[in-house]
């Protein structure tokens, strides 16, 4: 079992640039959430998603945006990049939308300058 | 709103002391929590995951404990290693989504 696998692990962007990352999650999970860790900082969730449907959303304006595959993988749209975007982005996931563990992948870093 | 404090901020100990890491939270209705362990650049490792239900879980020299009625946990370190050196984070989950303190930097010197 791959565990969460996600892609590119490294990422430099230039502002106003768009960026998508990728997310396949554990064999046998069908929920994907994304956080965003800023340095220093404690993960912060974006948004999950649930049967190719955005379910909950955290506080981060619309230029972030999502998608969900029928094979259950997922990315993470952002759009018009700002400086404050640098961060580690973590996917998770799971099974179902309740409270059952989430497993985490190793993330993406990304910078943007 | 879910809030997660974790207390101390920084921790600097000498080697083969035990020491315990704070993790409290605001809203008990949680599903688990979760303790993380991440090194410098890197993604999570996950330590420990409490069910609501269960009071402690142990892992080798970690134990982690929850007291849910009063939003708190612990994690206990025995016989700290300079290996142990990262920061840990403290994660509680409701319906979908996990809440993160902002984490405890240990450093374990030799």
């Known amino acids: 079992d791959a565990g969460v696998t996600q892609s590119p692990t490294h990422l430099i962007k230039t502002r106003g640039q768009q960026v998508t990352l990728r997310c396949s999650p554990k064999?046998?999970?069908?929920?994907v959430s994304w956080y965003q860790q800023a340095l220093g900082q404690g993960p912060q969730f974006i948004f999950q998603y649930y049967e190719e449907e955005e379910r909950q959303r955290g506080n981060f304006p619309d230029r972030f945006s999502g998608h969900q595959f029928p094979n259950y993988s997922s990315e993470l749209n952002v759009n018009a990049l700002l400086l404050g975007d640098s961060a580690l982005y973590l996917c998770?996931?799971?099974f179902g939308t309740g409270g059952t563990e989430a497993f985490f992948g190793q993330g993406t870093r990304l910078t943007v300058v | 709103k879910q809030e997660v404090t974790q207390i101390p901020a920084a921790l600097s100990v000498p080697e083969g002391e035990n020491l315990v890491l704070n993790c409290s939270f605001t809203d008990s209705a949680i599903y688990n929590l979760q303790w993380f362990r991440q090194d410098p650049g890197k993604g999570l490792t996950s330590l420990l995951l409490i069910q609501s239900s269960q009071r402690e879980q142990t892992s080798g020299r970690l134990n982690a404990s929850l007291d849910k009625s009063s939003g708190r946990s612990t994690l206990y370190i025995a016989a700290s290693q300079p290996g142990d050196s990262a920061t840990y984070l403290c994660a509680v989950r409701d319906a979908g989504k996990s809440t993160f303190g902002d984490g405890t930097t240990l450093t374990v010197k030799p």
């Open positions: 998770a996931s799971s």
């Open positions: 064999s046998g999970h069908d929920t």
